[in-house]
């Protein structure tokens, strides 16, 4: 009996397919937009690989290229070679640090002449791969301390080379991987050791490191005081208030200084005080709770010289109004306003065209796309699918909530890209990667792959 053959798209995920051309087509014309002037050849621009739309829509082209590609290749493959994959994304990282190219003061890229690889972008998915790959060991028992170690140590250990390499905000994303890793099993004390350490983290940057260690200091003795009955039964609450007010007092004095000293860059601390309205305390070797030399012209102007980016941005996205300006009718956009508009700030050039409803529609492309990763993830017979997937959705994320809270303002301005939108080859090669992989695995869902 004749029998059809299988085509590339049979059995793939099409609504995802279609979720990433749309959202990559938008990137596309919202590069457009900021590049194109009137006197432009939009033809001879478009295949002349001089204009960042221009080799967008080349990186577009190789990107559908490579998806069809990972189509048609056995999902076997991924679950075979995640380890050496790994060790190559890391191997990638080293190699920066001695043929590396330095673009913004990052010491991250790889030049390859039509592109530059960033090795911490694209790690991302050997990362998600190897942690896949663990996590689906017969072997693997993450209810102990020993898997999760492990596993903690696949996912965090790209965030040593990304901090080396003056890639702060980069080097966040990978904290992503606590969402899979929690989905299979992984103690919600760590998650929420880890939000309490953010809180206090926001709270030290908002008030002077001394009279807050006093503040939680009384607040702990009068918790003290009103349990001392609940205390004389069972000590070991009492040593819970002293040590968590040690803890509080030893990250506030000792670990918050270190961070904005020695991992954060100077105007990445700047950019983070400047947000919330305060001067970098831990400059010139001050620490919070001493006062800065009085001089507030020039701390005002730096202030305001640091706040510039998020400023046009907020000036950009509110001047589209509801239905926007329309498409090449964006003042800020066509002036230049709004500096790395095409990267980093790209969603600025949708709100200023397109307005909210624009922004509307893409953020339920986003939430759409988000939600059919998280349904085709809970379809997997097999740990290493699900696993992956979870970590796509978390990337993705983290990603986009990010990116779009540091164009209005709600995050500091530390360099995360707009997934499918923002310029970039590295960019937009590895977000194909990881959501191509998982089409392809998702197509092989009845098969239990380790």
Same mark, same amino acid.
């Given at each position: 009996?004749?029998?059809?053959?299988?085509?590339?798209?049979?059995?793939?995920? !099409?609504?995802?397919?279609?979720?990433?051309?749309?959202?990559?087509?938008?990137?596309?014309?919202?590069?457009?937009?900021?590049?194109?002037?009137?006197?432009?050849?939009?033809?001879?621009?478009?295949?002349?690989?001089?204009?960042?739309?221009?080799?967008?829509?080349?990186?577009?082209?190789?990107?559908?290229?490579?998806?069809?590609?990972?189509?048609?290749?056995?999902?076997?493959?991924? =679950?075979?070679?995640?380890?050496?994959?790994?060790? $190559?994304?890391?191997?990638?990282?080293?190699?920066?640090?001695?043929?590396?190219?330095?673009?913004?003061?990052?010491?991250? !890229?790889?030049?390859?002449?039509?592109?530059?690889?960033?090795?911490?972008?694209?790690?991302?998915?050997?990362?998600?791969?190897?942690?896949?790959?663990?996590?689906?060991?017969?072997?693997?028992?993450?209810?102990?301390?020993?898997?999760?170690?492990?596993?903690?140590?696949?996912?965090?250990?790209?965030?040593?080379?990304?901090?080396?390499?003056?890639?702060?905000?980069?080097?966040?994303?990978?904290?992503?991987?606590?969402?899979?890793?929690?989905?299979?099993?992984?103690?919600?004390?760590?998650?929420?050791?880890?939000?309490?350490?953010?809180?206090?983290?926001?709270?030290?940057?908002?008030?002077?490191?001394?009279?807050?260690?006093?503040?939680?200091?009384?607040?702990?003795?009068?918790?003290?005081?009103?349990?001392?009955?609940?205390?004389?039964?069972?000590?070991?609450?009492? $040593?819970?208030?002293?040590?968590?007010?040690?803890?509080?007092?030893?990250?506030?004095?000792?670990?918050?200084?270190?961070?904005?000293?020695?991992?954060?860059?100077?105007?990445?601390?700047?950019?983070?005080?400047?947000?919330?309205?305060?001067?970098?305390?831990?400059?010139?070797?001050?620490?919070?709770?001493?006062?800065?030399?009085?001089?507030?012209?020039?701390?005002?102007?730096?202030?305001?010289?640091?706040?510039?980016?998020?400023?046009?941005?907020?000036?950009?996205?509110?001047?589209?109004?509801?239905?926007?300006?329309?498409?090449?009718?964006?003042?800020?956009?066509?002036?230049?306003?709004?500096?790395?508009?095409?990267?980093? $700030?790209?969603? =600025?050039?949708?709100?200023?065209? $397109?307005?909210?409803?624009?922004?509307?529609?893409?953020?339920?492309?986003?939430?759409?796309?988000?939600?059919?990763?998280?349904?085709?993830?809970?379809?997997?017979?097999?740990?290493?699918?699900?696993?992956?997937?979870?970590?796509?959705?978390?990337?993705?994320?983290?990603?986009?909530?990010?990116?779009?809270?540091?164009?209005?303002?709600?995050?500091?301005?530390?360099?995360?890209?707009?997934?499918?939108?923002?310029?970039?080859?590295?960019?937009?090669?590895?977000?194909?990667?990881?959501?191509?992989?998982?089409?392809?695995?998702?197509?092989?869902?009845?098969?239990?792959?380790?």
């Amino acid at each position: 009996m004749y029998q059809r053959k299988e085509t590339i798209l049979q059995g793939k995920d !099409w609504r995802l397919i279609w979720m990433f051309g749309l959202i990559s087509i938008i990137g596309l014309i919202s590069i457009f937009s900021v590049e194109y002037r009137s006197n432009d050849d939009i033809i001879h621009s478009l295949f002349a690989f001089q204009k960042n739309y221009s080799k967008q829509f080349f990186y577009l082209i190789a990107c559908v290229v490579v998806a069809m590609f990972i189509l048609l290749t056995d999902s076997k493959l991924f =679950t075979a070679t995640p380890n050496l994959l790994y060790v $190559f994304g890391i191997g990638l990282m080293l190699a920066t640090f001695f043929i590396g190219k330095t673009v913004n003061g990052s010491k991250s !890229w790889i030049p390859l002449g039509f592109m530059n690889l960033q090795p911490v972008e694209t790690c991302k998915i050997f990362t998600a791969l190897a942690l896949a790959k663990y996590l689906s060991r017969p072997d693997t028992h993450f209810d102990k301390s020993r898997s999760q170690l492990i596993a903690a140590g696949i996912c965090f250990l790209p965030i040593v080379f990304s901090l080396l390499q003056n890639e702060t905000g980069l080097a966040l994303v990978y904290f992503a991987f606590l969402l899979p890793m929690y989905r299979e099993g992984f103690p919600p004390i760590y998650l929420i050791l880890g939000f309490s350490m953010g809180v206090l983290l926001v709270v030290t940057l908002l008030f002077p490191a001394k009279p807050l260690i006093i503040a939680l200091g009384v607040i702990a003795l009068l918790l003290i005081n009103s349990l001392k009955i609940k205390i004389k039964r069972n000590r070991s609450l009492l $040593f819970f208030i002293v040590g968590f007010w040690a803890f509080s007092a030893l990250f506030i004095g000792a670990v918050v200084p270190f961070l904005f000293k020695h991992v954060f860059q100077s105007y990445q601390a700047d950019r983070i005080f400047s947000m919330i309205g305060r001067d970098n305390p831990y400059i010139d070797g001050k620490t919070v709770g001493i006062d800065m030399p009085a001089n507030s012209a020039a701390k005002k102007s730096k202030a305001d010289n640091e706040n510039y980016n998020v400023k046009q941005s907020k000036i950009a996205i509110g001047s589209g109004g509801f239905f926007g300006k329309g498409f090449l009718k964006g003042t800020q956009t066509q002036g230049d306003f709004v500096p790395e508009q095409h990267t980093d $700030f790209i969603f =600025t050039s949708l709100a200023e065209n $397109f307005g909210f409803v624009g922004c509307a529609l893409l953020m339920f492309l986003y939430l759409s796309m988000l939600l059919r990763i998280l349904f085709i993830a809970e379809r997997q017979r097999s740990t290493f699918s699900r696993v992956y997937a979870y970590s796509v959705a978390a990337i993705v994320f983290f990603h986009v909530a990010v990116n779009i809270c540091m164009t209005i303002g709600l995050a500091p301005v530390i360099g995360i890209t707009l997934p499918l939108m923002s310029y970039g080859g590295s960019s937009l090669l590895t977000f194909t990667i990881l959501i191509f992989i998982l089409i392809r695995l998702d197509a092989d869902r009845q098969m239990v792959l380790r």
